[in-house]
């Protein structure tokens, strides 16, 4: 059986730490702070690579993905000098594809065309909503004036720009969510991360939610219709979803993503970054420390950024790749995930779920069906043996 990598692909992954404001439902390893050394963080950044490089010669790398935090704080110039070193220590795919999320009120058009001068050819934008109202309440510095230049710039600047929105909103019914839809779908394009939003424990909203302060947000049956209304209208537009929540014109998918989703390997760099790495039939999954200055400081002290590397057994090989594998449209492959564990599906589970038309088999091919998508949490409890 062939390493993860040459069947999923390869990519390497950057966390930037840093934002501007800590958004009051996000649960990612971001930090604010008053000043950043770019120049000491482009050392540990560039240590790092070349650590990795060594250990991974010979792969070929399809992906690099500059995500955070707010990775359109970084300076161009440390973009560009960490691409540059990328350039030297892997043989590049043909098709490769470099994504650095931004923020719109981090957006100006030099810095942008400094990216893109640096190697970066796709932009993955934070809009999360087109009412003022909202973005204020999901507190996000920019107006929907700000995002629309931003986003004018960004389409200006590269050839593939993707952003995010996030519906199920406090007060959001769900002719208002058809309406912003459509109206973002207007925008030209190619790619939508369109996601729910969940109340997540250690985030603000997570403790107003517990104290009963957080008001108004829609019920199930409401946040179920949203969801059916989001597959009809991108659908319509010609962006059917590829994956739960990402929705694409076909050819525009996220290259990098579809590495998570269809079990490659990628390499995690940075406070919090995870990272997944197969060598001779073993797969390991590795961490790092979570705090900005605790990780700086150890691959200045230790040469490395790493916290752990554990080998990841093959039962828990099977069940990743159907959890992950298993929320593309595409589905996933079963000898692949029966090389993995023969003993993976809860037979009886697979059975039940095909007589409900939840789940099908094509060939070698496992897919959940299109009235098995939204359920598809319970699908894979019933599915996946123990």
């Known amino acids: 059986m062939p390493d993860n990598w ?38 540990a950044y560039l240590s790092e690579i070349r650590r990795y490089a060594a250990e991974t ?28 070193t990328v350039s030297d220590s892997w043989t590049i795919a043909n098709d490769f594809e470099v994504t650095l999320e931004a923020n719109p009120g981090s957006v ?31 507190g996000r ?31 959001q019914t769900l002719d208002t969510w058809r309406a912003e839809l459509t109206e973002a779908l207007s925008m030209a394009v190619d790619h939508l991360s369109l996601y729910q ?21 829609p019920d199930d049956d409401s946040a179920a219709d949203m969801y059916f209304a989001t597959q009809e209208i991108a659908e319509a537009h010609g962006l059917p979803a590829y994956e739960t929540s990402n ?42 420390e979570l705090g900005p200055e605790a990780w700086l400081r ?16 093959p039962q828990e090989q099977a069940v990743e790749y159907a959890l992950m594998g298993l929320r593309l449209a595409e589905g996933i492959d079963l000898p692949r995930l029966h090389g993995y564990d023969p003993a993976a599906l ?9 007589d409900l038309d939840l789940l099908e088999i094509d060939g070698d091919t496992l897919r959940v069906t299109r009235a098995g998508r939204p359920l598809l949490n319970a699908i894979l409890r019933d599915l996946l043996a123990g």
């Open 197 to 217: 939003l969940t109340i997540e424990d250690g985030t603000v909203f997570g403790a107003r939610h517990a104290r009963g302060l957080l008001r108004g947000l």
């Open 298 to 313: 150890q691959v200045e002290q230790t040469g490395s950024g790493e916290r752990t590397r554990v080998p990841v057994p």
């Open 57 to 84: 010669e010979g792969r070929i790398l399809s992906t690099v993905f500059f995500g955070g935090g707010t990775p359109s704080l970084m300076l161009p110039e440390l973009v560009s000098a960490l691409l540059e």
């Open 247 to 288: 929705h694409a014109r076909p050819g525009a998918e996220s290259r990098h993503n579809l590495i998570y989703w269809r079990g490659g390997d990628w390499i995690g760099i940075g406070p919090g970054a995870h990272g997944r790495l197969s060598f001779d039939g073993a797969r390991y999954g590795t961490d790092t």
């Open 346 to 354: 809860d037979e009886d589970g697979l059975t039940r779920l095909q």
């Open 108 to 138: 100006e058009a030099g810095r942008f065309r400094g990216y893109r001068e640096a190697g970066v050819n796709r932009v993955s934008m934070g809009l999360q909503s087109l009412n003022d109202a909202d973005l204020k309440a999901l």
């Open 6 to 43: 040459q069947v999923g692909g390869f990519g390497l992954y950057i966390h930037w730490p840093f934002c501007q404001s800590k958004c009051p439902y996000c649960d990612f390893n971001s930090h604010v702070s008053d000043s950043v050394d770019q120049q000491r963080w482009e050392t």
């Open 141 to 171: 510095l920019h107006s929907v004036a700000e995002a629309r230049a931003a986003f004018g710039i960004a389409r200006d600047t590269f050839d593939r720009v993707s952003f995010d929105l996030i519906y199920a909103r406090q007060n």
